[in-house]
């Protein structure tokens, strides 16, 4: 399984180009903040105050995440699901996972989220960095 981290590029705002996972390191732009949503669900806010979007809810292999939502709506939602060793699967509104395509590492074609079972490119892990 890869260590590559999630980066929201540009740290955010954007329709496209939207989401590598290449990071070797942990710098602003692989920071997110998780915002409590409710019932078990959370936001992926990127470093300059946007969310994570799973376009049409989830379910796509083209297209798949925007960062450019300014306000927690519902298909900015996401759930985690615990599988142990610190790791989590996440779901999406339409209960699809996202998926680091080919596990991780690429900064094209990076992430799905179309898939309906958790295998080991579906398995994420948060790290804590805290404020700067």
Not at 86 to 96: C, E, L, P, S
Not at 99 to 117: L, R
Request: aromatic content about 10%.
């Amino acid at each position: 399984m890869s260590k590559s981290g999630l980066t929201a590029v540009g740290g955010g705002g954007r329709i496209t180009d939207v989401i590598h996972t290449d990071a070797t390191s942990i710098d602003a732009w692989e920071r997110f903040t998780l915002v409590d949503a409710g019932n078990g669900s959370f936001g992926l806010k990127t470093v300059s105050g946007r969310y994570l979007t799973a376009v049409g809810g989830g379910g796509r292999i083209t297209d798949v995440m925007h960062s450019d939502a300014v306000h927690l709506q519902g298909w900015e939602k996401f759930a985690p699901h615990a599988l142990g060793g610190g790791y989590f699967a996440i779901a999406t509104i339409n209960g699809h996972y996202l998926t680091a395509t080919g596990g991780g590492g690429k900064i094209t074609d990076a992430i799905h989220s179309d898939a309906t079972h958790i295998d080991a490119w579906e398995k994420f892990k948060f790290i804590y960095v805290g404020k700067d």
